[in-house]
């Protein structure tokens, strides 16, 4: 286990992209910016909205600006600006997900994660590849969904061989359903920082977005809450995974922050600071962007810790910021949060959720299993269906997508910035999302969602009639093959 723990990290594979010993998140510089620009002027605030509407990426200073507007009139002027932003880019997608954890094995000691390796109430299993087979013929062929992330703990049994093979597990299940099938399309990964040899592999092995969170830029409390002598604690590691993701060819990448552990306005001026880096050095953002609240998890009492909690006026504030400060990047808005919360957020410029969430080892296909603390990394607020979830936002508007042509068709990466920055795939996207949608629907939705979804399809195919009629008569062709049983057409 030393030696294991030993060999993960290759310093140069963080050296090579320092400038001197300097990284790319300032702390002084940061605390000072959140200081400066206290109190706004109205106008200057307007300025900065009318950039991020031309989806353009703020800068630090302006960023720092709409963290500290307090004014209730221009707080609502940047809600009603973000929901622009994202309706600009993405339209009225919404796309869902499940996790699935492959295992509750860790060699960290994170503080606030009832994983780590010194938590003796967690109960510790690693699925086989039978039982992700089985947890995924129940997400793909029960409930409906066609994008997981897969989650892996840092510990020898999950190495890049086991999350190779499980990522094959997962796309290999094909399951019969009412009018076609139900397969994964896209598998998401997250899982510790690699080395690029290692994120090579992931690549070869067909992953879709690599995801590792920062947890907190800010490098002091970064040390306190991940103890040394333990692979987390190397904060520049885990920093430039995602120079190393680029470099190892993996087009689409996913940052994040787990809000409570230190100032929330400083964790969004930090995953600004990581968007404009990878902005500058490799020409792509982030493919997406989380931030998780802290919640409570067995066994971790730091987790109960209120000097950083953000409140849930503070918590819409940041989201609202985030869609405008990189308003290019899906932005997911996760279980963690009750319902009541996820409605409220949403409309600010959420662009993916999950649903039917589980997060115990094996929970998907063990029937009777409800949330256990011993079993699962922290407790939801938002356990309900994917069905109910689908219906209310066909309610509110929204259509859900299931869309995973993008990444089949080539529009990642650098290929996809310029298409997000001038809305062009956003109309790719509703076409898919419509097709998806009705595959969905005629396979999935129970009849009292299905009647809602009709209404709302219909909708959507009158307005892409008049907004796209170039591409009218072919979204007619394929919705017409997708009624009568095809799957799996896309634009």
């Not at 950083?308 to 910021?321: A, E, G």
Request: glycine share 8%; with cysteine; net charge positive.
């Amino acid at each position: 286990m030393k030696t294991w723990m030993r060999d993960r990290i290759n310093p140069g594979e963080i050296t090579k992209y320092l400038s001197g010993d300097v990284d790319f998140i300032p702390d002084s510089e940061i605390e000072e910016k959140i200081r400066r620009m206290k109190n706004p002027d109205p106008a200057y605030v307007r300025d900065i909205l009318a950039k991020a509407c031309s989806i353009e990426t703020l800068s630090p200073d302006e960023t720092a600006a709409l963290l500290n507007v307090e004014d209730p009139d221009i707080l609502e002027e940047m809600k009603e600006a973000a929901y622009r932003v994202k309706h600009k880019v993405y339209d009225n997608r919404i796309v869902t997900f499940a996790p699935l954890y492959m295992g509750n094995l860790c060699v960290n000691n994170c503080l606030y994660c009832a994983f780590g390796a010194d938590n003796k109430k967690t109960v510790r299993r690693v699925l086989t590849l039978d039982e992700i087979k089985a947890e995924t013929r129940v997400l793909a062929g029960e409930i409906g969904h066609k994008r997981l992330i897969v989650v892996y703990g840092e510990h020898p049994s999950m190495d890049t061989d086991y999350i190779t093979a499980s990522i094959r597990a997962v796309y290999g299940v094909k399951v019969p359903t009412k009018r076609g099938h139900g397969q994964i399309r896209r598998v998401n990964v997250n899982a510790a920082p690699l080395s690029i040899a290692g994120l090579k592999e992931l690549r070869d092995a067909g992953i879709g977005t690599y995801q590792v969170f920062q947890e907190t830029y800010h490098r002091r409390t970064y040390g306190k809450v991940h103890p040394a002598g333990t692979i987390k604690a190397d904060y520049r590691w885990r920093l430039y995974c995602m120079h190393r993701a680029f470099e190892a060819g993996v087009d689409d990448v996913g940052i994040g922050a787990l809000f409570g552990l230190y100032d929330w306005k400083f964790e969004v001026m930090g995953l600004l600071y990581h968007a404009r880096e990878l902005e500058e050095k490799f020409g792509i953002g982030p493919h997406t962007v989380s931030f998780p609240r802290l919640e409570p998890a067995a066994n971790t009492p730091f987790t109960q810790n209120e000097n950083h909690k953000v409140s849930d006026s503070d918590f819409k504030k940041l989201v609202t910021v985030l869609r405008l400060a990189i308003p290019y990047t899906g932005m997911i808005l996760t279980a963690r949060e009750s319902a009541g919360m996820r409605r409220e957020v949403l409309p600010v410029g959420c662009t993916q959720t999950d649903a039917s969430t589980r997060i115990g080892i094996g929970a998907y296909s063990d029937k009777h299993s409800a949330q256990e603390g011993r079993r699962q990394q922290f407790i939801l607020g938002d356990t309900r269906g994917l069905d109910e979830i689908i219906r209310e936002l066909a309610h509110a508007g929204y259509i859900t997508s299931f869309c995973t042509a993008g990444y089949r068709c080539g529009r990642t990466g650098k290929h996809i910035m310029g298409m997000l920055r001038s809305g062009k795939e956003g109309e790719f996207c509703k076409l898919n999302a419509v097709l998806t949608f009705r595959e969905w629907l005629d396979d999935f939705a129970s009849p009292e969602t299905f009647c809602i979804g009709e209404e709302l399809i219909e909708k959507e195919i009158s307005q892409i009639k008049k907004k796209l009629p170039g591409m009218y008569p072919e979204l007619i062709k394929n919705y017409e093959k997708t009624k009568n049983g095809k799957r799996d057409l896309y634009f």
